[in-house]
């Protein structure tokens, strides 16, 4: 029974920094892929940063320069350093785990965490 948790969401001023974590348990093989998504009040939810198992990243051209993407195998956790925030990055974030379905190979067996809220205000 996989499970992920989002946490670090918050208020912050424009120009500001936050860190979101997300902790994943319940897996038994690791994850093919981890990402981040946003969703706005009326607005479609939006790919925000993505991970590999090889640690190949991506960034939504909206925030490449100021969001980084970590993972911590460790501990199980994912992270989203957001600096330079934005009023326009005011959304509740989404941390999903994807995993391989060995029938199709293709990596889209997703699991989603319940979202965290950031406010960034002028």
């Known amino acids: 029974q996989v499970q992920l948790v989002e946490s670090g969401g918050g208020s912050v001023q424009a120009g500001g920094s936050l860190k979101l974590s997300c902790v994943v348990s319940g897996y038994i093989v690791r994850p093919c892929a981890m990402a981040w998504y946003r969703q706005a009040p009326g607005k479609d939810r939006e790919l925000v940063s993505t991970i590999g198992s090889d640690g190949t990243t991506t960034y939504a051209d909206s925030v490449k320069g100021r969001f980084t993407i970590s993972q911590n195998n460790a501990k199980n956790t994912l992270a989203l350093q957001m600096n330079s925030l934005k009023t326009e990055d005011t959304a509740v974030y989404y941390c999903?785990?994807?995993?391989?379905?060995?029938?199709?190979?293709?990596?889209?067996?997703?699991?989603w965490g319940q979202g965290t809220q950031v406010t960034v205000s002028s």
């Open positions: 999903l785990a994807s995993f391989r379905i060995i029938q199709t190979g293709r990596c889209e067996s997703q699991y």
